[in-house]
């Protein structure tokens, strides 16, 4: 046994899992919600005794090390050390893919850039303008040290001539991570955010131009581009610092940008995490549904007016999360507000209101409530409405929506039908034309799941994947010896609802056998009278 076998097998993933999620003993599994898809009903079903999981909801599904690969975005050698680890075994014999060489060496170039640009700002005189910049802002010594925030100097090549020239890194790595155009620094004369995953590790960098200087090469702020590592759609700025708070807390608050994020946390808001741009990503929500159940958006932008940002709360309210908004009177942005008047942030963060009650009163102010305004409310709010996916919920904002317009909730009903008939409509095209899984496959799937529960021998199959399955099992019966190409697919019947019973089994044999019999008939294969005997016998009680 290698030591990858050997670690999973010390492993118990239920207990692992249970960490992130809690699970309920079903049978011989557990069970609980999706960490990976917002879920009211659990069909997240972990294996001790096979050491996997499978969520029967999204299809999620994988070993202890797969899990930590999803749920902490872990490359294959960190999940591998993370369980070694754990299980306190030394590891000795894993070499990392080439995949992950290359990572860890695009983030120790970025980790060792993050500390270079913070000591020239706490440091050097070289920083010392954009110290007193960022503490005339009122950011404190503790958020700058906390947040590890830097200095990029005026110069070309500073970066590339301390990489290159004195660390050995290639001018290509620079360029490949992002720090490097054409053998010259990216960033230049800017205030440096490093931006981390959740675990800490730098993935990139933000940087601000400097007060006073040109805004011509690259505007106001300039960020790493995509890159193998770093990914905007996938980072929350600062969450590695809050995540604990944002956990105890339930809720996390959500501003648009890095100032706004750590000025936040400064006035004592300490449960929150800033995005690019207005709209929460699906990977962005993924993150904060697995610690909390409630978002408050403090965004610059209207979200109501927002095409970007609707779209980021219809995926939050997907996953089940709950969505405020709160109100930003008379600042120009959080991180003013928060540093300004602490308390008054604080307050304004409590004051939050539901985001569909937000929409409603942003609609009402903008149009008015003349026939011309209630029908552009209508038309705004209703497709919105219609996508709310809790029926409680949808129900009370449609009285809320009558009540507003004037008219009966009837008639809010009966427009809003007329938007989901426009979607259910296409949904049912897209269906059509998905093609079906052949009777046969199903039956066979659902007669390997049953001889493998209940220890029962396999009939004969013809279905090419099943037929090779049993195959194997005959040979061995245990699922964990298949070969890898049939293992995984097989081992995932075990994981789904319900125990073995005797009548199941013998009702799946009669329709394994009427359908064998039905295709010799139709192929006129073997003797026809006796065939129609015994098919007259299988059905009679049907």
């Known amino acids: ?76 050698g960190e999940a591998l050390q993370h369980l070694a680890d754990r299980v306190g075994v030394k590891l000795v014999s894993y070499r990392p893919t080439g995949a992950e060489q290359i990572k860890e060496k695009l983030v120790g170039i970025n980790t060792l850039t993050g500390q270079v640009y913070h000591w020239l700002l706490t440091q050097q005189k070289t920083g010392k303008g954009a110290l007193e910049y960022l503490k005339g802002r009122g950011i404190t ?31 290509d790595d620079l360029n490949r991570v992002g720090l490097g155009v054409k053998n010259y620094d990216r960033f230049r ?16 960098f933000a940087g601000r131009v400097m007060p006073g200087a040109s805004e011509k090469e690259g505007g106001k702020y300039v960020n790493t581009p995509e890159t193998e590592i770093y990914h905007k759609s996938e980072l929350l700025y600062g969450l590695d610092v809050t995540r604990a708070e944002i956990k105890n807390a339930g809720w996390a608050v959500v501003v648009e940008g890095e100032i706004d994020a750590i000025a936040s946390w400064q006035a ?17 929500v993924e993150l904060l549904r697995r610690i909390c159940d409630t978002i408050v958006l403090a965004l610059d932008m209207d979200v109501a007016g927002d095409a970007a940002s609707r779209r980021g709360i219809e995926i939050a309210d997907r996953n089940g999360l709950m969505v405020k908004v709160v109100k930003l009177t008379g600042a120009k942005d ?20 539901p985001v569909y009650d937000f929409y409603l009163q942003s609609a009402v102010e903008r149009y008015g409530l003349e026939v011309a305004g ?17 029926e409680i919920v949808k129900a009370h904002y449609i009285k809320l929506l009558a009540k507003t317009l004037g008219v009966e909730e009837e008639d809010i009903r009966h427009q809003m039908t007329k938007t989901l008939i426009s979607k259910s ?53 245990n699922p964990k010896k298949l070969p890898e190409e049939l293992r995984e697919r097989t081992q995932i019947l075990l994981l789904k609802d319900g125990e073995f019973e005797e009548k199941e089994w013998e009702t799946a044999l009669r329709e394994l056998e009427e359908l064998n019999i039905r295709e010799q008939i139709a192929a006129g294969e073997g003797d026809v009278r006796r065939l129609t005997k015994r098919l007259g016998e299988l059905t009679k009680d049907k």
């Open 425 to 477: 409509e296409t949904l049912n095209k897209s269906q059509d034309s998905k093609q079906q899984i052949p009777r046969r496959e199903i039956l066979e799937e659902y007669v390997i799941e049953l001889a493998l529960k209940g220890g029962k021998v396999l009939p004969e199959l013809k279905t090419d994947f099943w037929a090779r399955v049993a195959e194997e099992l005959v040979k061995d019966g």
């Open 374 to 390: 209630k029908k552009k409310i209508g038309q705004e709010l209703l497709p919105i409405w219609a996508g709310i996916s809790d």
């Open 268 to 284: 004592g808001v300490k449960n929150v995490v800033a995005i690019k741009g207005s709209a929460l990503t699906e990977k962005q």
């Open 334 to 353: 959080p991180g003013e507000y928060a540093i300004a008047d602490s308390e008054g942030w604080k307050k304004a963060v409590a004051e939050a209101i």
């Open 141 to 171: 010594d503790e958020a700058i040290d906390k947040f590890k925030l830097g200095f990029a100097p005026n110069n070309w090549d500073f970066l590339t001539k301390f990489l290159v020239g004195k660390k050995k890194y290639a001018a």
């Open 189 to 204: 004369n800017r205030i440096m955010f490093p931006l981390t995953n959740v675990r800490g590790q730098v993935m990139g």
């Open 1 to 76: 046994m290698d030591q990858v076998e050997e670690i999973k097998s010390k492993v118990d993933i239920a207990e692992l899992i249970q960490e992130y999620v809690p699970l309920k003993k079903a049978g011989r599994n557990f069970k609980g919600l999706c960490p990976f898809h917002g879920e009211k009903t659990p069909s997240f079903m972990v294996n001790p005794e096979l050491q996997i999981f499978k969520c029967f909801g999204c299809n999620s599904g994988g070993d202890a090390y797969t899990f930590l690969q999803k749920m902490e975005g872990m490359e294959f």
